[in-house]
């Protein structure tokens, strides 16, 4: 089986930083995926990692700690628009390869 | 950009009655896949789809659902006998390779059952 876990929200202001942290227990790791969801929306990708590091991509970085069953998502100099849900989603071997979701992290931007 | 579209939008269906979503994936990806988002909720995995045929399926996938791909480009999700459970936003999802390529998501179809 597999534990996905982050936290429900977050507060954060314009201009900021923000740190948002996944952890998961599963048996078959083969790597991690960040998803943003607008409400209403779908599901849209930013970021994947499957090897230990860091992986930049603009305002958006993530990382991953394999050993440590653990990734942040961090995003530099907040906007508004992205008052979002975080998904956190892990592919498991053990699940043929399919992704599955962390329950999201709603986090709010203010002024 | 390629993308993923579902129809329709939104469906609304009384309980009992069957009820197909459908999905146009993009064109040169291999794999399929059906999640549910129930209002509120997180996105949960229904079904992925590989070769023509079903590749893993989650304990919400019973005998009242299937999947389908009818022709080269259409993949449909069936639910048979709708219950009021299973109102909530139903996304599409294919990917390429499996290994480091995203699953590109659909806008989804809202399904409301009375």
């Known amino acids: 089986g597999q534990n996905i876990d982050q936290p429900t929200e977050m507060t954060a202001t314009e201009g900021a930083i923000v740190q948002i942290n996944c952890t998961y227990q599963t048996s078959g790791f083969n790597g991690l995926f960040w998803y943003q969801q607008h409400a209403g929306e779908a599901p849209t990708f930013l970021s994947y990692n499957v090897l230990d590091g860091l992986e930049e991509k603009g305002r958006f970085s993530s990382f991953l700690s394999r050993s440590k069953g653990y990734s942040y998502l961090l995003l530099k100099e907040l906007q508004m628009k992205d008052s979002a849900s975080y998904l956190c989603a892990v592919r498991d071997e053990e699940n043929n390869n399919d992704m599955r979701f962390g329950a999201g992290t709603r986090l709010t931007v203010k002024p | 950009e390629p993308e993923v579209t579902q129809t329709p939008s939104h469906q609304v269906t009384q309980m009992g009655q069957e009820v197909i979503l459908r999905c146009v994936p993009i064109?040169?990806?291999?794999?399929f896949y059906w999640y549910r988002q129930i209002l509120g909720q997180k996105v949960e995995f229904l079904v992925s789809f590989y070769n023509n045929e079903i590749s893993e399926k989650s304990e919400i996938f019973d005998d009242q659902f299937s999947v389908e791909r009818p022709d080269g480009s259409n993949f449909t999700l069936k639910i048979r006998s709708t219950k009021l459970e299973d109102s909530a936003m139903y996304f599409c999802a294919s990917s390429d390779l499996w290994n480091n390529q995203p699953q590109h998501f659909g806008d989804g179809t809202r399904l409301s059952i009375l």
């Open positions: 064109s040169n990806h291999l794999y």
